[in-house]
Nanobody, 121 residues
Framework: QVQLVESGGGLVQAGGSLRLSCVAS????????AGWYRQAPGKQRELVATITSGDDIQYVDSVKGRFTISRDNAKKTMYLQMNSLKPEDTAVYYC???????????????WGQGTQVTVSS
């Protein structure tokens, strides 16, 4: 059974920083494309940043220059460094990863349970 567990959320003042982590555990043959999403109250879940197994990275325009996504494949961990946080960054942040549990299996998308990020003005 594969699990993704996020941590690092919390309450921070505008202009502050947080670092989110997402650790994958269980039977994992390979973790390929992965990303961070967020969902604010009353809004749809939106993509924040993605990173491929080859470290190709993309960001939504609203976080470019402020957020940095990275991964440590040996630790099966993905990070999201968030700097210069704004109140509009307030949301539940979810990690997502496409994982193969065996060499011959298909990729399946897994989601973490989410971690709350609240930025006060």
């Amino acid at each position: 059974q594969v699990q993704l567990v996020e941590s690092g959320g919390g309450l921070v003042q505008a202009g502050g920083s947080l670092r989110l982590s997402c650790v994958a555990s269980g039977r994992i043959f390979s973790m390929n494309a992965a990303g961070w999403y967020r969902q604010a109250p009353g809004k749809q879940r939106e993509l924040v940043a993605t990173i491929t197994s080859g470290d190709d990275i993309q960001y939504v325009d609203s976080v470019k220059g402020r957020f940095t996504i990275s991964r440590d494949n040996a630790k099966k961990t993905m990070y999201l460094q968030m700097n210069s946080l704004k109140p509009e960054d307030t949301a539940v942040y979810y990690c997502n990863a496409a994982i193969k549990t065996r060499s011959f299996s298909v990729e399946i998308d897994y989601w973490g349970q989410g971690t709350q990020v609240t930025v006060s003005s």
